[in-house]
């Protein structure tokens, strides 16, 4: 059974940096993509960042130049830095794991509240 635990997030004021991490267990295969949605208050998930199996990496735009996602070398974790975060930044965050037909398993997802 595959298992996507998340750890980080929290409160943090307006200019603050926050980690997010990600870890996957119980996946047989390849991982063709891992990292971050985020769903804020009466707004759609959107992407936040992805790191694919082809060392390839996608941000929204919104993001970029502030936040940064690493694998590590088992390739089944992923770790979102974000730094320069704004109250616009405020959402549930959800890892997910692509794996191979599309099929996509997410994480529970965390809050990171961002305000002063």
């Known amino acids: 059974q595959v298992q996507l635990v998340e750890s980080g997030g929290g409160l943090v004021q307006p200019g603050g940096s926050l980690s997010l991490s990600c870890a996957a267990s119980?996946?047989?295969?390849?991982?063709?993509?891992m990292g971050w949605y985020r769903q804020a208050p009466g707004k759609q998930r959107e992407l936040v960042a992805e790191?694919?199996?082809?060392?390839?990496?996608n941000y929204a735009d919104s993001v970029k130049g502030r936040f940064s996602i690493s694998r590590g070398n088992a390739k089944s974790t992923v770790t979102l830095q974000m730094n320069k975060l704004k109250p616009d930044d405020t959402a549930v965050y959800y890892c997910?794991?692509?794996?191979?037909?599309?099929?996509?398993?997410w994480g529970k997802g965390t809050l990171v509240n961002v305000s002063s």
């Open positions: 119980g996946v047989i295969g390849n991982i063709e993509a």
């Open positions: 790191f694919r199996s082809d060392g390839t990496t």
């Open positions: 997910f794991a692509e794996l191979p037909f599309s099929i996509v398993h």
